[in-house]
């Protein structure tokens, strides 16, 4: 395995910290290869590294062997660690839904589809979504996801069960009148740093064409008021913007400016409608404003344009990975998204060079984490940071040999080569066995249910898709 | 799991053929839910289905029990069994220099790297290559490819080691002089139908930008004297083909044409520069012409098209799923080809109806078959067929709820799901252990071998990239 940047830094970090070194870590995790950033955040590579973990947090990333007790080991050879990939875009309950509407425009998608079947959704289908989308994640190295749904109590449950970290916010539009809006508030307050400070909360309007201005600008306010994060579907595609603009004469970018929400923390769920006239727009922003992409999607529904991630990225703006929920992407596999967002912005920008495998590395480790509101506590692999780490496997074929290890990791592996993931320091999947969620159970009760879900004939739909 | 469309031929079928009913088969898959195709070649699944196998060939694929000894069972319930995949254009031994050139244009990762390289490569490098490649490809669920090489008695060797099915031809140049044609006519009369049938064999000129009309009139002479199949790279991109045209007057595929080998069985790959104008001239072809299409690379070398799939059908020519070699497309993984086709299809014809699941599952089987000269023999599961069979895993939960199982195929499994993998009725991977190949051992003696290879201190290469 090759280390092509040295990363003096990295390899030192954290090697002056063991103050308590008689006390025994937590966790260490022994001989893996480890992905870090240094001070300008270019990503290298440590060899025969090792990572302390205590109290959920990494203590030290150093190389060679550490003379220290722990709890637990765990020995890392022929693997890589790095930090647990985010989903800064997903709608988890839906994975109940995968594969229900296929190969259909959005319109029909929605109308005919997944908001009828919405209508019938009931607490129970929420929580075993939400435990088999947990399940799928953490199998696929995914450690944190932002979500953006209803019934997010049972979402928040599950989230403390399962071991993941979390963005939680109770989706609302303005047709559910002022109580919508409460509840979304309600919800963000009363889950704030809950789970041991796991979950983190969002208000969560559906997007500009769902929500008027009165509501978004009113979200604004609360969003202030509380110091809370806002995450909200916006420009999700052209067809948005073309009709934002020939209904109200602006994007839906610029009414995101006009009702204040770019001067909150703002996560954005696509933007692949952002236009050229929004990026001065965006440049001004106050707020700490993301983009969550989730290409896989965009090209099912076959939509014109992706995120225009080389213009963001001009204007500071974090771009992080996503694939939606499952009902219209398929999968919940960041790992792929993550591969799609190079391959695909290489095609859009007509240049090869562009988002390198480096730079996808930066998009899913740090800009992710950015993106989901998290960029102090996660995303890196330095002393102070959360221990949401994943080893990844690549002994297979498919991954040998290695010239280039960022290549390697975006090209060549995939999620399945993930073996272990683990969360503040706690262990959710070791050796791609589930340690908190039993699969065939949830598939079981979620089939018996599946029929009263799945009804439409009753002819009722929760919404309109008409942007 | 649901079978949406019945399929009654395909359940009964072979089921009177059992008049040797008392002698063992050599295997029975019990229980599994096998892809089907009707006899307007529709895609369909038939629960608790029993495939019996012997003689290297499907004897039945039945439901339910079948009261006859074996000599070999696998209870595959929870899986789907499916016509192993094709890999219809790849240079195996490539994968020694997967990640060597990252993020370059075609004419730097050509020029600069691939081309020096090779010209270092030794029998020893090309044998180490195409065992970790057939590894690859066996744990990805592959069970043929056609590859276009140097070297290629040693690829045969390993073949036929490894118990893979191939499709083989030694490439040539017109730089090499009567040499170059002489050694693919040569390789491919010594191998035909060797390996017990597993090998066929093409002549493999490299490209009509490195073979002059007079050396492709002469393969298609000689393709026509020898009943062979030809395997060549033509318009490749948009670049190749106005190139051609400026130079010649001619595109690539009108090359082809002049030179004879549309009126051959002819294997192309790539196309992604075919043209309007070469419609027509594709129409006219007298040869059964296939094209093998590898999106992952056009993406990632930025190509602004990709193959025209949909006028291909419309022609009837077979679009059968490629890789290409992993140094360009970094893996030869088949079923990611899959899923990429139906998407990029998807997003350039600017439509979601496009290219369904069981499209992409077609093109996976019967049409990768046909572009490989196999369309008798292979891509289905039939009696009579060859027992090229593959057991997709769907009980992980990135494939759970099923609601419509072509989609779960495509779209929500990976080629990590396939646990078992069986050509010709032998067993190469039985639940992800490799029966053939020793990964561990390939791999060290590869990297010995490395510093060597990849020196490109001497200034030579084997091709000019200037199309």
Known sequence: ??????????????????????????????????????????IGFVEDATIVVRGGRIEAVTTGPVDLPAAERIDARGQVAMPGLVNCHTHAPMVTLRGIAEDLPIEEWFNDFVWPIESNLQEKDVELGARLACAEMIRGGVTCFADHYFSMD????????????????QAF????????QEQSLDFALRHRDTAGGRITTSLAPHAPYTVDDADLAATAELAREHGLFVHIHASENRDQADTSLARHGRTPIEILADTG??????????GTGIMERDLPVLARATGRVAVASAPRGYLKFAWPTTT??????ELGISVGLATDGAASNSSLDVWESMALTALVQKFTEGDPRRLTSRQALHHATLQSARAVGLGEEIGSLAPGRRADI??????????????????T????????????????????????ELLTL???DIVREMNERMPALIDRSHGKRIQDYDT
Do not use: Y
């Open 261 to 270: 929400l770019l001067d909150t923390d703002l996560l954005i769920a696509h």
């Open 1 to 42: 395995m090759t280390s092509p940047e040295p990363t003096p830094d990295a390899k030192t970090a954290g090697s002056n910290s063991s103050s308590d070194a008689k006390t025994a870590a937590d966790l260490i995790i022994t001989r893996c290869t480890a992905l870090v950033h240094d001070d300008q955040e270019q």
């Open 438 to 440: 039993d699969v065939p």
């Open 409 to 432: 990791l975006v090209h060549s592996a995939r999620s399945g080569d993930v073996r272990t993931t683990i969360v503040d320091g706690r262990i959710l999947m070791r050796d791609r």
């Open 173 to 180: 539009f303005s047709s559910q009148g002022a109580e919508g």
């Open 390 to 407: 994943i080893l990844v496997d690549l002994t297979g074929p498919h991954t040998q040999p290695v010239h280039d290890l960022a290549a």
């Open 154 to 169: 049972t979402v928040a449950a599950v989230t403390d069960e399962s071991g993941m970290r979390a963005n939680l916010g």
């Open 308 to 313: 225009p991630v080389r213009a963001l990225h």
